[in-house]
């Protein structure tokens, strides 16, 4: 199985039709040839031209704290060559919250050469095709977009296009000068100098250095310009470690009294002497360095750190753990055994249940300082992981049921990895109890988990930890005191008899699975699911029989990872259908779907709104929905007291509802929020009564 998530993650989305534009939510891009009629053997220039809507960006190389730059892949005719990096246009700068970020807020142009192999006859077809993916962002969130254009010319005299040639000539002006002066730098008690000759300094009103290297500087710190003589002088903050021995090169971006648009320069710097500060300009760039927030993140660590393991503790008790917890039992069941192998049972299980929700947590915290607006189990917003987990339930209710046992040797039956009396099915098992609870967030883990996103990096990675220790606590608790294992039953033949009837929740999981894919996917999607359900059930049969026979197993074990990997591959992963059903939730409190302008014209009118986050994949939000929201009487309270439901269905990625989320320091789902008629916002608890919502003030 673990080859075949492997294979899962290198499933990318496929970006869609060739062509010369496409137009998408935030972003208009095309690809203009300067000629369309290249000539052989000549290179010609191609301009990539990216048009963000309003209040939405794109990124510069180096992005800066956040951001993604754009990345190109070429598809030529044998024998062409295309420049390995893209020209970029002078950026300007953006500061969010704290982060510099290098965009371009209008319509900005990528140039790129590309050569035909010499020796082609003129009429010779030469199509070009490029995929490109890219990031665009609002301030308040982001958004990958991606797309594949192409462009059908033909060999010939690589005369210019007419219609082209003003696209071309904007494109470059736009490009910073590439220099060679005398620029130097030092590097000094964390502290960068740089000095720049400029003929008229004095024309300078604004200039700001975009270094071409990571880690180097605090984009976000003061960029001081002073004018020394005929130089321009930039100071800033270094990093502690920066090291610019392999070269330091960027470009200066200059804002001039004489001329209201900016000009860049390109340049490679030498360490050398550098003059003292001199004269001010009228205004320096930048803002205030972000240190003494990071000091607070980490002062402010243990409480939520505290909160993070309370959260995993409870987990242990939620219904989206519940299937797992067979699989916890029988590896509990141990009876009287030795002290340090019960000790070293337990680690193995805890260390599995860190690595597993660390591991998530990181890849969160990656994504998010990438610019994806992600929380806590978005991997499941992809039918294709949903696919997985259905086959992986699937697989593991038929071991409980007994079916198979999972090899781990080369001969013999071996034992099913999760029910082994070792260290190794301990820390299996732990794994598999973390990965399974992510659809899950219960009491205490919103804020954590929210305040997680907005630590260091570091300390984010250990409230993710401390999630993982609460969740592994119980079982840490009962390896350690031997008064709790004692009070364990003893093993016998009703293990063998609880293995089988703990195989039965497991099988209405994988029920539950195919609902979600369904909701995800649509019919043919859930359709495939089962099919790969059934056929695997058939391989594993198959590995059963072998098993019980002491026959080689590796034939049946492959095919049943091929039709893992086959049945996930053919899930589509587009949008979810159009014709799926209102939640039962919907239909009982009439809930409309949110939308941040429905959510701000019911507040402007002083309507007392409830809003709900919720999403098909996460069981805490199934149950509230089954239960305190499904109520009748919650429903006449919400009637007579004229408040309007809003739902915001997470099921599948939604922008708005990630921004939402992340305004509100919220990790994942379920989030339920009420807006009274004072304009005041409550936020009610993750598991809900009657009472909670019947008591909600007008």
Not at 489 to 509: E, H, N, Q
Not at 555 to 569: C, H, K
Request: aromatic share 8%; with cysteine.
């Amino acid at each position: 199985m673990i080859r075949a998530l492997l294979a899962l993650l290198l499933l990318i989305a496929q970006p869609a039709f060739a062509q010369s534009s496409a137009d998408l939510d935030h972003t208009a891009i095309r690809i203009t040839p300067e000629t369309t009629a290249p000539a052989p053997g000549q290179p010609f220039t191609l301009a990539i031209t990216l048009s963000p809507k309003d209040g939405w960006h794109n990124y510069w190389s180096n992005p800066g704290d956040a951001g993604a730059p754009t990345r190109l892949e070429w598809s030529l005719p044998d024998g062409s060559e295309a420049s390995a990096e893209p020209l970029y246009p002078v950026p300007e700068t953006l500061l969010v919250s704290g982060l510099m970020n290098h965009v371009y807020s209008h319509p900005n142009s990528l140039l790129v050469t590309v050569t035909p192999p010499a020796g082609l006859a003129p009429g010779t077809p030469f199509p070009l095709s490029l995929k490109i993916d890219w990031l665009v962002c609002s301030d308040t969130q982001c958004v990958p977009e991606f797309a594949t254009l192409g462009l059908d010319l033909a060999i010939g005299d690589g005369a210019p296009d007419p219609a082209a040639t003003p696209i071309m000539d904007a494109a470059r002006a736009a490009l910073p000068k590439a220099v060679e002066w005398n620029v130097r730098y030092t590097i000094e008690n964390e502290r960068l100098v740089l000095a720049v000759p400029f003929a008229t300094p004095s024309d300078v009103k604004a200039a700001h250095f975009f270094v071409d290297q990571d880690g180097i500087i605090d984009y976000a710190a003061p960029q001081t310009v002073t004018i020394a003589g005929d130089e321009l002088r930039i100071e800033t903050t270094a990093w502690p470690d920066a090291d610019a021995s392999a070269g330091l090169s960027g470009l200066l971006r200059i804002d001039r009294a004489s001329d209201p648009e900016p000009i860049g320069f390109s340049f490679s710097a030498t360490k050398g002497a550098v003059p003292a500060a001199g004269a001010p300009l009228a205004a320096a760039t930048g803002t205030d360095s972000g240190s003494g927030s990071e000091s607070a993140g980490w002062g402010g660590l243990l409480p939520i750190l505290g909160l993070s393991i309370l959260g995993g503790l409870i987990l242990n008790v939620m219904p989206c753990v519940f299937p797992i917890l067979s699989l916890k039992a029988l590896s509990l069941a141990k009876g009287n055994v030795e002290a340090p192998k019960a000790r070293a049972d337990a680690l193995a299980y805890t260390a599995g249940v860190i690595l597993i929700t660390t591991a998530l947590g990181g890849l969160v915290l990656a994504l998010r300082a990438a610019g994806s607006e992600v929380g806590w189990a978005f991997q499941l917003q992809d039918p294709r992981v949903i696919a997985f987990l259905l086959l992986l339930v699937t697989a593991i209710a038929l071991n409980l049921a007994g079916l198979f046992e999972i090899n781990l040797t080369t001969g013999g039956l071996g034992q099913s990895v999760t029910a082994r009396n070792d260290a190794l099915g301990s820390f299996a098992t732990g794994a598999l109890a973390a990965f399974i609870a992510t659809p899950c967030t219960g009491p205490f883990m919103a804020g954590a988990l929210g305040a997680a996103l907005v630590l260091p990096p570091l300390a984010g990675l250990l409230v993710f930890a401390g999630l993982g220790f609460g969740l592994a606590l119980p079982f840490l608790l009962i390896g350690f005191v031997p008064a709790l294992r004692r009070r364990l039953p003893k093993p016998g033949a009703w293990m063998s008899r609880l293995r089988a009837i703990l195989s039965v929740p497991m099988f209405l999981t994988a029920l539950a699975l195919a609902w979600v894919l369904g909701r995800q996917a649509g019919v043919d999607g859930m359709t495939i699911g089962l099919l790969g359900a059934v056929v695997l059930g058939l391989f594993l049969w198959w590995l059963g029989s072998r098993q019980h026979s002491a026959s080689a197993t590796w034939l049946p074990t492959t095919a049943a990872i091929a039709a893992t990997i086959a049945a996930v591959a053919f899930i589509p992963a587009g949008a979810p259908s159009a014709t799926a059903a209102a939640t039962e939730v919907a239909s009982t409190l009439d809930a409309q779907p949110y939308t941040p302008e429905r959510l701000a014209e019911l507040r402007s009118a002083g309507q007392p709104v409830f809003l709900y986050m919720t999403a098909d994949w996460c069981i805490t939000c199934k149950v509230n929905e089954k239960g305190a929201l499904s109520s009748s009487v919650v429903a006449e309270s919400f009637k007579s007291k004229g408040i309007t439901v809003l739902e915001g269905d997470w099921t599948r990625p939604n922008p708005a509802i990630s921004a939402w989320l992340a305004e509100h320091g919220r990790a994942g789902i379920p989030v339920y929020a009420y807006y009274a008629p004072d304009g005041s916002e409550t936020e009610l608890p993750q598991i809900l009564t009657e009472s909670d919502l019947t008591n909600l003030a007008v």
